[in-house]
């Protein structure tokens, strides 16, 4: 079975789907990980972010391990490297570039052949799943979503005002939804959950009463 999570950066999906997966005992794919280790590459390289093929060289030689929560880069631990702002601020790049979408799209779906997957990104119930068995959109409003950035920097050890986040973060709305390649949008028949006021515990229970339902439907 595969359970798709996409919805706009600071919905909460990351951690919240995690849970779910580890509760449902199903694998779990951090999209959002892949495009960001490909920008880290890029940084590291100091490349010219207008060379998309070498952006694409970069996923196409991804040695990349996802496993119990941590991001591995040819065996580095990015894990917390890969969430600092600066990588944040650079990895439109990746995910506006074709070859790379083209290729991690097909990781992603290697990565899900005949296992159970929570799966959480963009386009992950639009494009890259589009035959998925349960579909969810998660989201929440700009305040709400930029007040929870805030607080997950601090916890970082980055003080980022209030107003910045909400500005960058109406910036990458903006992009991730005009993308021209595998845009944020909900999928037709996707079920849409608007975080606004509830907390973790409580987002947790909602997506496993709707995946539940997902699994009533199929049977
Ligand atoms: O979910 P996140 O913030 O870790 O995602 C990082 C970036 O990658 C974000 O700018 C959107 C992009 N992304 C994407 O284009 N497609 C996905 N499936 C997942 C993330």
């Not at 950066?9 to 999209?31: E, I, M, N, P």
């Not at 070498?54 to 890969?82: H, K, M, N, P, Y």
């Not at 998925?132 to 700009?142: H, R, V, Y």
Request: hydrophobic share 40%; glycine share 8%.
């Amino acid at each position: 079975m595969i359970v798709t999570i996409d919805g706009p950066a600071g919905a909460g999906k990351s951690s919240v789907s995690r849970r779910l997966a580890d509760s449902l005992g199903f694998q779990f794919l951090d999209t959002g990980a892949m495009y960001r280790v490909v920008a880290l590459k890029g940084l590291r390289a100091e490349v010219n972010w207008d060379d998309a093929a070498r952006l694409v060289t970069f996923a196409e030689t991804l040695c990349l391990q996802l496993s119990g929560g941590q991001v591995l880069l040819d065996g580095e631990d990015v894990t917390q490297e890969i969430r600092s702002q600066k990588v944040t601020q650079v990895t439109r790049y990746a995910a506006g570039n074709v070859g790379v979408r083209h290729e991690l799209v097909r990781l992603q779906r290697e990565f899900a052949a005949g296992k159970d997957v929570v799966t959480e990104g963009r386009d992950q119930g639009t494009l890259v799943f589009p035959h998925a068995e349960c579909k969810i959109f998660l989201t929440a409003s700009p305040e709400e979503r930029a007040r929870r950035r805030v607080i997950d920097l601090a916890a970082r050890g980055e003080t980022v005002a209030f107003d910045d986040i909400l500005q960058q973060q109406a910036r990458r709305d903006e992009e991730d939804s005009q993308r021209e390649v595998g845009p944020l949008r909900k999928a037709d028949d996707a079920i849409e959950l608007l975080t606004d006021g509830m907390n973790e515990d409580e987002v947790l229970q909602k997506l496993i009463e709707i995946v539940r339902r997902c699994q009533h439907a199929q049977r």
